[in-house]
Structure formats: structure tokens, C-alpha cells
């Protein structure tokens, strides 16, 4: 069943702005993570956060984690064309060797 | 720094072909997972092992197999081949005994069934 719901589906920015993209789940995890994915190639990881913590930077990424709401946002600051790519979160309930669980993903367009 | 190879990074098979696709973990890593990304869509996980034996199991269909070998590769193995099997497959590896929960993914097979 489908874990992580992102949104929004689509983001079109500026360079230079601020992109913000959502990812709600729904059972209990130990940690959440987000991905960027370029057009049809891999999965690059981009930062972890665990179920006892509340928000984590790295870099321009900043990520925050409401396990009450059962939500977490991914925040990239000054956005560059680079960062063009669709954006997943992914769920780890924490059993052992468990599969991550992928949201749908947020395909970001930055504009230059 | 060594990453998770696959291969063939292209595959192009008929319907009711097999087809098998391999993964080789970055060194020292004991965990090897398989997803299935069809066009458009999020990554669906199939399978893991652990120290060569099967972990979890997730989406994958009973046309496929997987195993892990003693030098901790992994063969995805693919019968009775689908159109709808065309996608890419990721195979991610993670380091001994999961003491860091991040998945290294590997290029990917894009694989086409016609």
C-alpha cells in the first residue's frame, strides 16, 4: 500500500527562490528520508531525519519531521537550475533489513 | 569511493522471455535490496536479503526470484516476461547490520519488454 503522499506532484520556481515540497505518511517509521531523482536516472540520497528528531539541515536542504501529523517537509533554499529533478521521501519502519517505502514524488522545474 | 554496480545497465527482451539482472553491493555491505520504478511512477520495493538470506519481501511478483551469493551479489530473476515489466530496477545496498539506515542505490537496468 502506498506509504508516502508528496505534494505538490509539480513545482515550477525561479532561481534563486525557495522550494518547499510535502510528504505525509501514514504508519509508525524510524526514520524518513528524502531522494532526488534526475530524468530517468538513479536515486541520489539526500539527508535522513529519525522518528526522535524534529528538523536537520545539510547544506541548503532543510527537513523537518512531524510524527504526530504523521508529515515532513523538505526546504531548498535558493534554488539553483541544478536542482531541477524529482524530489521522493521514503519510509523505513525499522525492521531489520525492511524495504523503504517511496512517496510519490514532487518534480521540482527551477526557471533560470 | 566504490558505489553499487548493476548490470546490464540495458536490457531489451520479448514477452515470455526471462531475464536476470545483477547487483554487485559496495564493498562490506551485507544488504542488498531490489526496486521496480515504472515509468512515471515511485519506486516499488521487491526484495531484500541479509547476510544471504531473504529479509523482507514486498511487491514482487511470483514470475520473480532473487538471491544473494556468498560474495554478497545479488541476481533479480526475471520469467515469463510482461510488457508491464518494463521499468527500471534499482538494486541499493546498506552497510553491516543496518548501523546506518541509508540505502545506496545503484545506476539502475532499464529494461524493456516488447
Known amino acids: 500500500s502506498q506509504q508516502g503522499e508528496e505534494d505538490p506532484q509539480a513545482l515550477s520556481i525561479q532561481e534563486g527562490e525557495n522550494a518547499t515540497m510535502n510528504c505525509s505518511y501514514k504508519?509508525?517509521?524510524?526514520?524518513l528520508q528524502w531522494y532526488r531523482q534526475n530524468s530517468g536516472r538513479g536515486l541520489v540520497h539526500l539527508i535522513l531525519?529519525?522518528?526522535?528528531?524534529r528538523e536537520k539541515h545539510s547544506g541548503r536542504l532543510r527537513v523537518t519531521l512531524d510524527t504526530s501529523k504523521k508529515s515532513s517537509s523538505l526546504l531548498i533554499t535558493a534554488s539553483r537550475a541544478a536542482d531541477t529533478a524529482s524530489y521522493f521521501c521514503?519510509?523505513?519502519?525499522?525492521?531489520?533489513?525492511?524495504?523503504?517505502?517511496f512517496g510519490k514524488g514532487t518534480h521540482l522545474i527551477i526557471q533560470p | 569511493a566504490a558505489g553499487v554496480i548493476q548490470s546490464p545497465r540495458h536490457l531489451i527482451k520479448e514477452k515470455r522471455e526471462t531475464a536476470t539482472l545483477k547487483c554487485y553491493p559496495i564493498?562490506?555491505?551485507?544488504?542488498v535490496y531490489w526496486y521496480q520504478q515504472g515509468p512515471g511512477q515511485d519506486p516499488q520495493f521487491l526484495i531484500s536479503?541479509?547476510?544471504?538470506?531473504?529479509?523482507d519481501k514486498g511487491s514482487i511478483p511470483d514470475r520473480f526470484s532473487a538471491q544473494q551469493f556468498s560474495d554478497y551479489h545479488s541476481e533479480l530473476n526475471m520469467s515469463s516476461l510482461e510488457l508491464g515489466d518494463s521499468a527500471l530496477y534499482f538494486c541499493?545496498?546498506?552497510?553491516?547490520?543496518?548501523?546506518?539506515?541509508?540505502?545506496?542505490f545503484g545506476p539502475g537496468t532499464r529494461l524493456t519488454v516488447t
Open positions: 521514503a519510509t523505513d519502519a525499522g525492521g531489520g533489513a525492511d524495504g523503504l517505502t
Open positions: 531525519i529519525r522518528s526522535n528528531e
Open positions: 536479503f541479509y547476510e544471504k538470506m531473504q529479509s
Open positions: 541499493a545496498s546498506s552497510s553491516p547490520s543496518r548501523l546506518i539506515d541509508e540505502q545506496y
Open positions: 564493498p562490506r555491505h551485507d544488504t
Open positions: 504508519t509508525s517509521i524510524n526514520n
